[in-house]
């Protein structure tokens, strides 16, 4: 007898969209198929009449424990809500794979990343998880506003082993975002180097881009006019600076042969920039995120400004309009968050181009955001929804089709999300946080059960898994059609 039938939904496959039945025994889906084919009897039945069945959601960039960089926030030494407050505002959500980071540590062998950040995630997190190392980035003890930390020759060496290891994701900075934090970037000749080692061993450059010439100099003029607030953070980062840093990185991985993963693209000469290489047959992939994708950068302009922002910054509504179009036709592959969960005074805690804090706490918000305004709004297919909130996230970093995909032999972790929903957005719909830019924002569905590995983890609104379901997943490897790209 099966373990679990989940019956009469719309169940969106790779394949096409279907009034199918979906069989579970343990971990695993074992078919996908007309109700006639299937037993009639298994150890639960959950009635999906209604209801969109899709694969849990997998949030490519989190940052859980996160140690502020701001200065008066580094300081008072704030930190980001830790794995298990995150993963549960996941499961609420309807996201059952958590990708975050593993900052090297100065001293440390590369691999050591991952096991440290493993210990903070392990027994706390409700959802799996799993790690993009990264090479030198915020955190890194040794850092200053003054001195970066450099990186040594031997340690890109190990690239390629930790690739092999299962961990097929490497992050790199190509600016040091502002005048006043802790040096985080990696010169253009170490991003060389890295990507020769990921291009040999099948691994993906995952990178926040940006021009530092651009960004610096554009800071410190703002500095000079006394133009430092909020509101000034697109002019500190433009999209001049997104342009020349994306056909900058290209060009390094069109040398090298390696894969990138450019992290949210903020403004359209970044999707003109990922559509000119896609076109040429290479294997680039966008992330935007959906705050990016929405609003203007005249929010910023607003009281609660600072709410809105993530590094590099919003940008116009044309600029909205690009990332929209590229999700719904294929030049953007994913939808992110940059979770950071913390409070509302905290987030509200700057209020310049230095200190204005970055993330945003949107993780559960992302599914029905993205639904409303790609699907419901926008015409977005349900496979491409699934694509860009799942499947493409799990195929760019080596986890399908264990992830992102309902199909016989994947890992049973499944959605019914509710297309009935219709309402405006409270704060007591969410459960980790004390705001939200989404509060009073129509929505079209909502995620009502989220199942990881075949086991029910939120039901109705409740919470029924354990800190202890989530697992790390480390035996990732990325298809090679994947790293010869352009491939979803």
């Not at 039938?5 to 579970?24: H, K, L, N, Y």
């Not at 926030?73 to 990708?99: L, N």
């Amino acid at each position: 007898m099966l373990d679990v039938i989940i019956r009469g939904g719309q169940v969106v496959t790779p394949s096409g969209v279907g009034q199918w039945d979906v069989a579970i025994q343990g971990e695993r889906i074992v078919a996908i198929g007309e109700p006639s084919g299937l037993p009639a009897e298994a150890g639960r039945g959950i009635d999906a009449t209604g209801k969109i069945v899709i694969p849990g959601g997998i949030e490519p960039h989190a940052h859980a424990a996160f140690r502020f960089v701001y200065p008066w926030a580094r300081e008072a030494g704030h930190t980001a809500a830790f794995p298990d407050v995150m993963s549960r505002a996941c499961a609420f959500g309807g996201t059952t794979t958590i990708v975050d980071f593993a900052n090297w540590r100065q001293g440390g062998e590369l691999a050591d990343a991952i096991v440290h950040r493993d210990a903070i995630f392990k027994g706390n997190s409700y959802t799996d998880y799993t790690f993009h190392a990264v090479l030198v980035g915020m955190g890194t003890e040794g850092a200053t506003p003054e001195r970066g930390v450099e990186i040594p020759l031997g340690l890109i060496g190990q690239v390629k082993d930790l690739v092999q290891s299962g961990f097929t994701t490497v992050k790199v900075w190509t600016t040091n975002t502002t005048l006043t934090r802790a040096r985080q970037m990696t010169d253009f000749g170490h991003v060389l180097g890295i990507m020769e080692q990921l291009a040999a061993a099948g691994g993906v450059l995952a990178v926040h881009a940006e021009d530092e010439d651009i960004v610096m100099f554009m800071s410190r003029r703002l500095h000079e006019q006394g133009r430092i607030g909020t509101e000034f953070l697109p002019d500190a980062h433009p999209n001049l600076s997104e342009d020349l840093s994306f056909r900058r990185v290209i060009r390094l991985a069109e040398w090298t042969g390696a894969a990138i993963y450019l992290m949210h693209t903020s403004a359209k000469e970044g999707v003109q920039a990922v559509a000119e290489a896609r076109g040429r047959g290479l294997p680039v992939y966008a992330e935007t995120l959906h705050h990016y994708a929405t609003f203007p950068r005249q929010v910023y302009q607003t009281p609660e400004g600072p709410l809105y922002h993530t590094y590099p910054s919003l940008k116009e509504q044309e600029d909205n309009e690009a990332l929209w179009r590229g999700l719904v036709e294929g030049r953007v592959s994913t939808v992110g968050t940059d979770a950071i969960l913390c409070s509302r005074e905290l987030k509200l805690g700057g209020h310049t181009i230095e200190d204005t804090v970055g993330g945003n706490p949107a993780v559960e918000e992302r599914l029905a955001i993205t639904y409303t305004e790609g699907v419901a709004k926008r015409g977005m297919s349900l496979q491409r929804f699934v694509d860009v909130t799942s499947t493409n996230a799990a195929k760019i970093l080596g986890m399908y089709p264990r992830k992102g995909v309902l199909a016989p032999g994947s890992d049973a972790d499944i959605v019914l999300l509710d297309p009935t929903v219709r309402k405006q957005l409270e704060l007591s719909d969410l459960h980790a946080v004390d705001h939200s830019v989404w509060e009073g924002w129509d929505i079209h569905a909502w995620p009502v059960l989220t199942m990881l590995r075949g086991k029910v983890i939120v039901e109705n609104g409740k919470l029924v898994g354990e800190p202890t379901d989530g697992r790390l997943i480390g035996n990732r490897k990325t298809m090679p059609e994947v790293l010869r790209g352009p491939a979803c």
